[in-house]
């Protein structure tokens, strides 16, 4: 089952302007990583944040994480045509057999308009 | 450059006939994943791999095996292809286990069924 929600699930900014996604999720997490997937392409890792931080930042992209409210926010800063993605929060948990694995939530499509 | 390959892009099969997809790496990962994305879906595990030990989601249908002769491949076997199983297949590897690490995605295979 689909650990996280994301909102809003379309999104559609002119370009310049900042995005922001938000992502809750319903059980306690080890961590949360964001990946963005281009059009029926596979997914791309943007950020890692681990349970016990509360921001980070790459680059145009500023995560947050409030493990008291179950949810993520993940901001992109001027943002570009090449932005135009599904974004997608996933929580992680560590495997028995080992490995990580990765519930995705519902995923936000990005459209950045020129 | 390091990466995950799977082949083929785009495989059409017919009703009830076996299609076995493949996904190599030259990362070296010890573990490997096999995702369904079904359309405007989260990707959802199907198994994964910590070198030759196998690990089924307990969701996962019977009709979808998965075989790892060596660290590099990996290949998703559907026995038996129901319409309902027509999806991108997305494979994954990580580093470790005990820890949480991103995931590298191949490109994904479109998989029809007719």
């Known amino acids: ?114 | 450059d390091a990466m995950v390959i799977q082949n083929p892009r785009y495989q059409v099969t017919q009703f009830g006939k076996p299609v076995t997809l493949s996904c190599s790496q030259t990362l070296n990962h010890n573990v490997m994943y096999w995702y369904q994305q079904k359309s405007s879906q989260a990707p959802k595990l199907l198994f994964h791999y910590y070198d030759k030990d196998f690990n089924n989601e307990a969701d996962t249908p019977d009709n979808f095996q998965s075989r790892r002769p060596n660290t590099s491949f990996c290949f998703l076997d559907i026995r038996s292809p129901g319409l309902g199983d027509a999806a991108m297949y997305l494979c994954a590897t990580s580093r470790d286990r005990a820890a949480s690490y991103e995931q590298y995605f191949g490109p994904g295979t479109r998989l029809t069924v007719t």
């Open chain 1, 1 to 114: 089952s689909q650990q996280g929600e994301e909102d809003p699930q379309a999104l559609s900014i002119q370009e310049g302007e900042n995005a922001t996604m938000n992502c809750s999720y319903k059980t306690s997490i080890n961590n949360l990583q964001w990946y963005r997937q281009n059009s029926g392409r596979g997914l791309v890792h943007l950020i890692l944040i681990r349970s016990n931080e509360r921001e980070k930042h790459s680059g145009r992209l500023r995560v947050t994480l409030d493990t008291s409210k179950k949810s993520s926010s993940l901001l992109i800063t001027a943002s570009r045509a090449a932005d135009t993605a599904s974004y997608f929060c996933a929580t992680d948990a560590i495997l028995t057999g080992g490995g990580n694995k990765l519930t995705f939530g519902t995923g936000t499509q990005l459209k950045v308009e020129l």
